[in-house]
């Protein structure tokens, strides 16, 4: 509460006459960004954020959505995890865009690698953060702090972030409002005062926890199968809901739409939260319905309501009522409970992993008192029952009475309820021996069996047993630069996809560029009546489909559609690049195989080269290396030629004799230098 307080503070001025002052300066929006909302040459605003933050993304875009529903431009609102956005929302001009990323502490990978790639594409980039000089801070244009910007909590779990976010979120919300005209003086007003009584609302809910603890220890630990749904606005706090579940209480939760779960998995009869609020009345007899539902489904309801509502009683295993909240961030109390539930669902069963703990250390002590072998256990159990034995019944009436059939697996409830026979005198130690013995002793077994339980039942609120972490860590969408050079810009003026060109030869023709002084001409071929594996067939033909530079001007025996031969048929064949002399002009050439949708047919491109007279030995090796098995037998003939294969060999030949001939004749070149 005290962070939501922290930020809203300094934010506003309510003048005693006329409406709301916003405080909101150039660090927060800057002035060429507003003239772009103003003016409608950003008409995309895109909210991204990881895990908490990107459910609070949501809440923001929804408060957006609101606030600038009557703006005199339009703009498209959405959120997006920040990893989908960047995989999948990126355009190559973003100029237009406004990108809003949510983030707690400011360090998470998938969401700054997504800033700095949006940013890159000429995106406006505002942040939501809790720390300042973090590193989504240096990538933003401009940064709404939550609390006083110097949190620096990174806990996974961490609460009070998420609804700061969103108060930062609905103070950016009217502030553009403000800006934009998109709402009256009287009704910013009356948004900023109910922003100012939120705070209070939230201390009520957070005075209901006693009854939410109540609610938590009587379900919670009977059903392994939970949910939380919502609709509209409460669907923002049902997704938040089913995090801090998850988190908590180490449980894989559904979430879905209100009225969606019905048509799914009622059958597995799950613990159904039910965030029933913010909805107009003409809906809530809907929402009534889809509870009596889930009741009839054998599911165990507990609803989220607002103050007074009744009409639940008769479906709901439980009912929180919320005391009255007005404004679009009346979702904030209904997650509140959630995160209630969640605290004392996770103490529930850690409550019960302690008694085990008391039961195990007690065990622990006798043994060392009366010996470790399996001759003391008579008396070490003897001595256990007598000093435990109404913790260990009441343990046993637990399990008995299912209590915990939602946090304990079905054989480890078998092995303890066997184990707390044991020490009651109510089975035998034969029996036990029988069924449990396996881990060393019959003393050995029975400690494995209530340190397996206690590990099952442990929930450490304060430390996260399964993600303890000290940095977000995510994607990193390495941005592959599109490869340059007149080979590649040929490939683009043809309008041919660079995909469509084999990895191999990708990596070939890169390494090929810098070598390359000059395209003079080039000559594009379709070839068709390809079988069903890509190759050459009888029937395969090839004919010219498009001619540049000095081809214009050169006969081609495939001006007609003729039968594929030649060079070109090898090309195809093998899935090669062939650089070399043409077989009947003596032209430098390069003649490289390009895919098409249809495996019936493909294109082949010829290039008329000149190549640079010398480069570098470096960049000459590189080409070597990547054109295949080329190297391995220039090496192989030059040491045939009884010659030991040194790199600074190929300083002594011009690139068209190096690059332009077979490896033979090109390691006689080389013997010939030696001579």
């Given amino acids: 509460v005290e962070s939501v307080r922290n930020t809203l503070r300094g934010k506003f001025e309510l003048p005693e006459m006329g409406g709301v002052r916003f405080l909101l300066g150039r660090d927060v929006l800057p002035v060429e960004l507003i003239a772009g909302l103003r003016e409608g040459r950003v008409r995309q605003i895109a909210l991204v954020g990881q895990g908490t933050a990107a459910v609070a993304a ?49 360090t ?41 910007g110097r949190d620096i909590e990174m806990s996974v779990a961490s609460t009070k972030a998420f609804y700061a976010q969103n108060v930062a979120g609905q103070v950016l919300a009217l502030g553009l409002a403000s800006i934009l005209g998109s709402m009256s003086e009287r009704a910013l007003r009356a948004s900023v005062e109910d922003l100012y009584r939120l705070p209070d609302a939230m201390e009520q809910t957070l005075a209901l926890g006693p009854q939410i603890a109540e609610l938590a220890r009587r379900f919670a630990l009977r059903r392994r199968s939970w949910a939380v749904v919502g609709g509209g606005p409460a669907k923002i706090a049902a997704d938040e809901i089913r995090i801090k579940l998850s988190e908590l209480c180490y449980k894989s939760i559904a979430v879905d739409y209100l009225e969606d779960k019905k048509h799914i998995d009622l059958s597995s009869e799950p ?22 539902i889930f009741k009839a489904h ?6 989220i309501a607002e103050a007074g509502e009744r009409r639940f009683d008769p479906y709901a295993a439980g009912v929180v009522w919320l005391p009255p909240c007005r404004g679009a961030l009346s979702y904030l109390p209904a997650t509140m409970v959630g995160h209630l539930f969640g605290y004392h669902a996770a103490d529930s069963m850690d409550a019960v992993a302690d008694r085990l703990r008391v039961l195990r250390g007690a065990f622990v002590r006798l043994r060392e008192t009366c010996g470790f072998g399996d ?18 019944a009441e343990l046993e009436d637990v399990l008995s009475r299912g209590d915990l059939d939602g946090s304990l697996p079905a054989g480890s409830a078998v092995r303890l309820s066997r184990a707390l026979q044991l020490i009651l005198a109510r089975a035998s130690l034969d029996g036990f021996s029988r069924h449990l013995r396996g881990n060393g002793s019959v003393g050995d077994s029975l400690h494995a069996c209530l340190s397996e339980c206690i590990s099952e039942l442990s929930r450490p609120i304060d430390a996260i047993k399964h993600q303890a972490k000290t940095i977000t860590v995510g994607i990193s969408r390495i941005e ?29 023709l890169s390494a090929l560029e810098p070598l390359v002084a000059a395209v003079e001409g080039v000559t594009l071929y379709r070839v068709s009546g390809l079988d069903a594996l890509g190759r050459p067939a009888d029937a395969t033909r090839i004919g010219v ?53 249809a495996p019936s047919d493909c294109r082949v491109l010829l290039f008329h080269l000149q190549l640079e007279s010398s480069s ?17 037998r220039l090496r192989a003939a030059v040491t045939e030629r009884n010659l030991e294969w040194d790199e600074s060999l190929i300083d002594a030949l011009d690139n068209d004799t190096l690059l332009l001939n077979p490896p033979e004749r090109v390691a006689e070149e080389l013997a010939q230098t030696k001579v």
């Fill in 298 to 303: 054998r599911a165990l309801p507990i609803v």
């Fill in 545 to 597: 489909e498009r001619k540049l530079g000095i081809t214009e001007r050169i006969d081609s025996r495939c001006d007609r559609e003729r039968p594929l031969s030649g060079n070109k048929w090898a090309v195809v064949k093998h899935d090669e690049v062939y650089l070399g002399y043409g077989q009947s002009d003596g032209r430098k050439i390069l003649i490289l195989p390009v895919a098409s949708d």
């Fill in 480 to 508: 592959a630069l599109p490869a340059e050079g007149v080979i590649w810009s040929v490939l683009d003026e043809l309008g041919l996809a660079r995909e469509q060109v084999l990895e191999s030869h990708r990596i070939f």
């Fill in 271 to 292: 613990l159904v939260i039910v965030c029933a609020v913010g909805q107009p009345e003409d809906l809530v007899p809907d929402t009534v319905k889809e509870v009596a």
């Fill in 375 to 392: 001759e003391a256990i008579p008396e070490v159990l003897e001595q256990l029952s007598a000093s435990m034995a109404p913790q260990v």
């Fill in 108 to 148: 998470t990978t998938d969401t700054n690698r997504t800033v700095d790639l949006a940013r890159g594409r000429g995106a406006w980039i505002l942040s939501i953060v809790n720390r300042r000089n973090s590193d989504l801070v240096y990538k933003s244009h401009g940064v709404l702090y939550t609390s006083d």
């Fill in 616 to 632: 570098d030995r470096a960049a000459r090796l590189k080409a070597l290396r990547a054109r295949g098995k080329f190297f391995d």
């Fill in 58 to 106: 949501q809440g923001v875009a929804h408060l957006l959505q609101t606030a600038l529903a009557g703006a005199p431009h339009p703009f498209q609102i959405f959120a997006e995890k920040a990893a989908e956005f960047s995989a999948y929302r990126l355009r190559p001009d973003m100029s237009d865009a406004l990108v809003i990323a949510v983030s707690q502490s400011g």
